[in-house]
């Protein structure tokens, strides 16, 4: 991005909220346009300042982070969501994550880490690591739940073959160079059969990809 990256935060503790102000605060490429105590604010926020990244808090007293974040979404242009939990298998991440949040932070994670992910999401890509998105699953998910895998199945079955391989590479976490390299493909074509997957789909990004494959129980 030519400008700097438009961020908002929205969290109830005025303590996150003022450590994440000052730790943005010495990064020139980032921001901080808005802040917000509770998800309710979400759409005025986004109508008067159009943040490019919303870091959002999971947990809020009167409209949650997931609620908040389909809301985000939901819009024209919406902008990039990072969740932010206390938890690191917080029951709600997975249900985030599938509303269309293009990552998964930890309110401990150390500040050039934070910023290294609100670039990357800018960026367009997501920043919920393969071991993170497994030990999601393994503590939150049910992919074995009946409807669920099945559904995952059926909106599967839409993609032709080497579509279907794509995906089930984005499930094992791997980037667009080690999905190359696996399945004997440019670079390019890896990034045109991921658009490809994101449209067929009606998805947001890799890790809603990485999610339904898990949930069709194909690794």
Known sequence: MTRPIRLAVVDDDPLVRTGLRILLGGSPDIELVAEAKDGT???????????DVVLMDIRMPKVDGLV???RLRARRSPPHVIVLTTFNADEHVLDALRAGASGFLLKDTPPLDIIAAVRT??????TLSPAVIRQLIDHVADPAAGPRRQQARG???RLTDREREVAVALGRGWSNAEIAAGLSMSVPTVKGHVSRLLTK??????????LLVHDAELL
């Open 155 to 157: 909106r599967l079955a």
């Open 121 to 126: 999401v800018a960026a367009g890509s997501a």
């Open 68 to 70: 908040a974040t389909r």
């Open 201 to 210: 789909l009606d998805l947001n990004n890799r890790v809603q990809v990485a």
């Open 41 to 51: 604010e979400v759409d005025r926020l986004a109508d008067a300042h159009w943040p």
